[in-house]
Nanobody
């Protein structure tokens, strides 16, 4: 059974940092792309970043470039999202998701269907 469990969310002041974790199990980690998505109240879900586990290739949406860093610890089957210089507009529920990597580049990954999702973790950035 595929499982993705997020942790690390919380309340932080603007300019602060948080590190989210996504612990994966139930599938061959190396064969997948792991993505981070977020959804703020009243807004559509947005793709934030993703990483190809086999080669470490990464993608970031423009609004988080130079502030967020995605990484993976393949020994722990865990993907991290280090979020620095947080802004109030980063407030959202953050989800990690997994997609079998076949037929797309990392730049195309956020547009493919991610079949497995975690339960989400709340990130709140106060001004």
């Amino acid at each position: 059974e595929v499982q993705l469990v997020e942790s690390g969310g919380g309340l932080v002041q603007a300019g602060g940092s948080l590190r989210l974790s996504c612990a994966a199990s139930g599938f061959t980690f190396d064969d997948y792309v792991i993505g981070w998505f977020r959804q703020a109240p009243g807004k559509e879900r947005e793709g934030v970043s993703c990483i190809g586990i086999s080669d470490g290739s990464t993608y970031y949406t423009d609004s988080v470039k130079d502030r967020f860093t995605i990484s993976s610890d393949n020994a722990k089957n865990t993907v991290y999202l280090q979020m620095n210089s947080l802004k109030p507009e980063d407030t959202a529920v953050y989800y990690c998701a997994a997609s079998f990597r076949e037929g797309f580049t990392i730049d195309q990954a956020m547009g493919v269907a991610f079949g497995s999702w975690g339960q989400g973790t709340q990130v709140t950035v106060s001004s």
